[in-house]
């Protein structure tokens, strides 16, 4: 069974910090690049992050650049993204995804024809 689970989501206060996780399970992330997506309520999804398989490349939405670290450690099987300076407006459910190499690229990521998906987790920045 391949799947992706993510965590780490929660409330926090503006001007606060979380770090998302997304666990693989049935494959390793070694072939695969991945992306972070977001759901706002009553937005549609859009690509927050994304970095290659080897870590060589990321990239980030202009709302979350300066703020936001996309990591991964394929040892453990799990991709980060650190959320630093939060703000209301990054409350969104959080998805992460995974594209396998063959079908994408080693040198660059996108949010794109990703093969699996989390089922998200929710991030709600308020006072």
């Known amino acids: 069974q391949l799947q992706l689970v993510e965590s780490g989501g929660g409330l926090v206060q503006p001007g606060g910090s979380l770090r998302l996780s997304c666990a693989a399970s049935?494959?390793?992330?070694?072939?695969?690049?991945f992306a972070w997506f977001r759901q706002a309520p009553g937005k549609g999804r859009e690509g927050v992050s994304c970095?290659?398989?080897?870590?060589?490349?990321?990239n980030y939405a202009s709302s979350v650049k300066g703020r936001f670290t996309i990591s991964r450690d394929n040892a453990k099987n799990t991709v980060y993204l650190q959320m630093n300076s939060l703000k209301p407006e990054d409350t969104a459910v959080y998805y992460c995804?995974?594209?396998?190499?063959?079908?994408?690229?080693?040198?660059?990521?996108?949010?794109?024809?990703?093969?699996?998906w989390g089922k998200g987790t929710l991030v709600t920045v308020s006072s």
């Open positions: 995804a995974a594209r396998h190499s063959n079908t994408g690229s080693i040198t660059i990521c996108g949010y794109y024809g990703m093969d699996y």
């Open positions: 049935g494959f390793t992330l070694d072939n695969y690049n």
């Open positions: 970095i290659t398989s080897r870590g060589g490349a990321t």
